[in-house]
T-cell receptor, first 108, second 114 residues
Framework: EDQVTQSPEALRLQEGESSSLNCSYTVSGLRGLFWYRQDPGKGPEFLFTLYSAGEEKEKERLKATLTKKESFLHITAPKPEDSATYLCAVQGAQKLVFGQGTRLTINP | DGGITQSPKYLFRKEGQNVTLSCEQNLNHDAMYWYRQDPGQGLRLIYYSQIVNDFQKGDIAEGYSVSREKKESFPLTVTSAQKNPTAFYLC?????????????FGPGTRLTVL
């Protein structure tokens, strides 16, 4: 069974303090790994899709990387507006499987 | 301006009532999905549809029903058989249902049972 585990569950940083969020997964035949950002009371907003180990993608202060067992979402010099829950999901042969998310808070 | 719309944003239901949540997309996507989100849990798949007039059950389909009469629309009915319907419901769509196709989400409907 495909599984996704995100860590930590919650992370509090000071503005400008860089860090990484982890997404560990087990899947039969990875078709794609997805990162989303979700603000309270809103739908997830798509950030990145990664397809194969070694692939990296960047957007503003965010950078996603992928290995055969895990993905990292690196956040560099975060700002308070980066506060949100970040969701990771993997797709194997069947449906998309989501992790429980990491709740990120950036203090000014 | 392409996107996915869900209505209503908030919905209150009395026990024993059926309610229908609307989902519309103008992205020309073939596949559409319904998820349920509960605090502390990942998104769980209720139903999905790869093409008009066809849909499949997800992991938690009991107590729910759907229809796909138009490409743009995928309404979800929460029936009285659903024992614990209070949750945040999310609709999504993707260009196809092949593995690796990115799913895009609507703004969600929060359903509360009174």
């Amino acid at each position: 069974e495909d599984q996704v585990t995100q860590s930590p569950e919650a992370l509090r940083l000071q503005e400008g303090e860089s860090s990484s969020l982890n997404c560990s997964y087990t899947v039969s035949g990875l078709r794609g790994l997805f990162w989303y950002r979700q603000d309270p009371g809103k739908g997830p907003e798509f950030l990145f899709t990664l397809y194969s180990a070694g692939e990296e993608k960047e957007k503003e202060r965010l950078k996603a990387t992928l290995t055969k067992k895990e993905s990292f979402l690196h956040i560099t010099a975060p700002k308070p507006e980066d506060s949100a829950t970040y969701l990771c999901a993997v797709q194997g042969a069947q449906k998309l499987v989501f992790g429980q998310g990491t709740r990120l808070t950036i203090n000014p | 301006d392409g996107g996915i719309t869900q209505s209503p944003k908030y919905l209150f239901r009395k026990e024993g009532q059926n309610v229908t949540l609307s989902c519309e997309q103008n992205l020309n996507h073939d596949a559409m999905y319904w998820y349920r989100q509960d605090p502390g849990q990942g998104l769980r798949l209720i139903y999905y549809s790869q093409i008009v007039n066809d849909f499949q059950k997800g992991d938690i389909a009991e107590g729910y029903s759907v229809s796909r009469e138009k490409k743009e629309s995928f309404p979800l009915t929460v029936t009285s058989a659903q024992k614990n319907p209070t949750a945040f419901y999310l609709c999504a769509s993707s260009i196809g249902a092949r593995g690796g196709d990115t799913q895009y989400f609507g703004p969600g409907t929060r359903l509360t049972v009174l």
